[in-house]
């Protein structure tokens, strides 16, 4: 906020003026030192240093210090000094970077700080200060980055710079003679004007002309100016001469990275189509200007250009609407299938991921045979990406594509491979993931078991059952060891009763029983089997003194009685 001279002193600080002992003086300087210092740094360590950090910390501290003294801190800034109480606390020659110069040669003349700045302004204030080292003549000055932000505890006083060419007499020197005003003549009006002049003029505008100008300025702030601007452009391609249309082509290149950049998908999506419209209309364009738009929309099948538009959309978070992101990526060309399978699998945004993998859907689709070759491709997003569309498209040709994946060192890959066979749903791609359930990793081990039992795959029993009997699953985490329990249920069906019912309820030799985790896994199992005997294998155990198996038992119950 800006402040004038009346709003340095705060208002509740009543007539009390701070006192002006040495040991004031002292910190106040230390203070103003401080800010210097600490720029200083700020400067030569662009921001980031635990040097820097150290010294506001320190000015922090000395802030918070000295309101014990004083109810606030107002300065005067000079061009080489900065002033408490009329005797400088800083001088330019006493510190390499001049705090005192910067501060006035935008016009700031005061400074005012209150108790609470070194909590909530300190920093932003030390940022403004060392940005204003760093802008070129043509950019922002300090006045204006100050006033961009809203002060709670911080005032300033400024001066607007004065005309070019205007002279101030010398310091010291004599004033200049005052110039006595013409007389006034009756016949002409004040030199003096205020709104009471027009209350009663003819074109003064009554409440509703007020009202209809106000509604039509909030119309002219509001116009949709991209668009008026795209559609300008647009007209100039259909109507101009074949140098004015390969121009316009020129400037849509420009525009769209432009528009990609500041998160315009809408727009962007808004220009592409009209100029698939325009390029399809029937009307025959010029040599250079088609290829000029064809060259545009080949810019979008770039792999750069799809990892920006990625960044931009993880970086926005849910600022961008998932209908503007597909409608943008409609218009993405089949060269465009490898970048965006590629960004698909490895961007971290949700919506990112969901709008890409659609993107890629839609151009693979009418071309199935390309994801087998992508499904082999050395680039582990790539493969694991196109593997996921073989499985969502049912390309059952692919099969073997996929299983072959099951090779690949990269664990993600081999995951995607188990979920796009556990979505083809053939014999082939059934009998491939058996090998999966004794992987070395445990997402893909997991990934296998869950696709084996929502395929009912029978011939995967010998499998998990020797799993169910061996040691790794016993030191397996406990979502493992679920998955492989409940696929065994349900694939052996009553046959697989004796088993789990001797994991649940049987004893060793010795009187010892299986882990508390190991036999509720085992009564989850024997919930997926809807038969008699596994109902009375699990009613032995329905009061069981482990809470965690009596929980697992009471859950397999309500599924077997459903």
């Not at 400024?158 to 205007?166: M, R, S, T, W």
């Not at 799809?306 to 931009?312: C, K, N, T």
Request: with cysteine; glycine share 8%.
């Amino acid at each position: 906020m800006n402040a004038t001279a009346l709003d340095l002193v705060p208002p509740d600080a009543g007539d009390a003026a701070p006192g002006a002992d040495a040991a004031t003086r002292a910190e106040v300087q230390e203070v103003v030192r401080g800010f210097a210092r600490a720029l200083r740094t700020h400067l030569l360590y662009e921001g980031h240093s635990p040097s820097l950090d150290k010294f506001v910390e320190s000015l922090r501290a000395r802030m918070a210090a000295l309101w014990d003294r004083l109810p606030y801190l107002n300065v005067q800034v000079e061009e080489r000094e900065i002033l408490w109480e009329g005797v400088a606390v800083f001088s330019a020659g006493e510190e390499r970077e001049n705090l005192a110069f910067s501060l006035y040669k935008d016009g700031v003349r005061a400074l005012s700080f209150m108790p609470g700045f070194e909590e909530e302004d300190l920093d932003a204030f030390l940022g403004i200060l060392a940005r204003i080292h760093r802008l070129r003549l043509d950019e922002e000055d300090l006045l204006t980055l100050l006033w961009d932000r809203d002060w709670g505890h911080f005032r300033y006083h400024y001066v607007e710079p004065l005309a070019e060419g205007v002279r101030l007499p010398e310091a010291g020197g004599a004033a200049p003679a005052a110039v006595a005003p013409p007389p006034q003549d009756p016949a002409f009006p004040a030199a003096t004007v205020s709104t009471e002049d027009f209350r009663e003029a003819l074109y003064f505008l009554d409440e509703d002309e007020m009202r209809r100008l106000e509604a039509e300025v909030r119309r002219e702030m509001e116009r949709d100016l991209w668009t008026d601007v795209l559609n300008a452009l647009f007209d100039r391609l259909e109507d101009g001469a074949p140098d004015r249309q390969a121009q316009v082509v020129s400037i849509a290149g420009d525009l769209l990275p432009t528009l990609l950049g500041a998160g315009r998908l809408e727009k962007a999506a808004y220009m592409l189509g009209e100029l698939v419209s325009t390029a399809t209309s029937g009307r025959r364009l010029p040599g250079p200007v088609f290829r000029g738009l064809r060259g545009l929309f080949e810019q979008l099948a770039r792999a750069e250009t799809v990892a920006e538009l990625v960044r931009i959309v993880e970086e926005a978070g849910d600022a961008v609407p998932r209908e503007h992101l597909g409608a943008l990526l409609a218009y993405f060309p089949p060269e465009s299938l490898g970048p965006l399978l590629r960004a698909g699998e490895s961007s971290a945004s949700d919506t990112a991921r969901e709008a890409l993998m659609g993107a890629a859907e839609r151009l693979a689709a009418p071309n199935p045979a390309a994801l087998r070759s992508f499904a082999q491709d050395a680039d582990p997003a790539v493969a694991a990406g196109a593997a996921r569309l073989v499985g969502r498209l049912r390309v059952v040709e692919a099969g073997a594509d996929v299983a072959r994946l099951l090779q690949r060192p990269e664990p993600r890959v081999r995951v995607a491979a188990v979920e796009s066979l556990a979505e083809l749903r053939s014999p082939l791609a059934s009998a491939a993931l058996e090998p999966a359930l004794d992987d070395d990793d445990r997402e893909v081990r997991v990934a296998a078991a869950r696709a084996l039992a929502s395929l009912r795959w029978a011939a995967a029993r010998p499998r998990l059952e020797a799993a169910l009997d061996g040691k790794r699953l016993r030191e397996a985490d406990l979502t493992e060891r679920i998955a492989f329990f409940e696929a065994y249920g349900g694939l052996a069906g009553a046959e697989g009763v004796p088993l789990l019912d001797r994991v649940l309820n049987g004893k060793s030799w010795l009187g010892r029983r299986e882990t508390g985790e190991m036999r509720a896994c085992a009564a989850l199992g024997l919930g997926r089997i809807r038969h008699p005997a596994a109902e009375k294998a699990l009613t032995a155990a329905a009061a069981d003194p482990d809470p965690v198996v009596r929980s697992a038992v009471g859950r397999a119950l309500r599924t077997v009685r459903q």
